[in-house]
């Protein structure tokens, strides 16, 4: 199981990573009704959409608490996750 404590360097993160990616960043692909791509593609290169997957096959296998903290930060920092939750899973 993961710890609150164990999560905080994750989440410092999380808001590290979100802090790139304003609110007229989101604005702008609402206005063009495009895909976040670099907000994506950062996640990505950061390792936080592989947390649920095992380590064996490249992710961190930190499992649901983490994915489930890092969705709701990414959420409380102002950013939109709904891009990003599937990736998580799938």
Known sequence: MTSA?????ILETVRRLCAGFPGE????RDRE???PTAFVQA???AGLLGVLIPE????SGLG????????EEIH??????????AQMYT
């Open 25 to 28: 960043y989101w604005r702008e």
């Open 56 to 59: 064996a096959y490249g992710g």
């Open 5 to 9: 404590s164990d999560l905080e360097p």
């Open 76 to 85: 409380a920092c102002g950013c939109n996750a709904a891009a990003v939750h």
């Open 43 to 45: 996640l990505t290169e």
């Open 33 to 35: 009704r495009t895909y």
């Open 64 to 71: 649901l608490t983490a994915a489930c903290a890092i969705l």
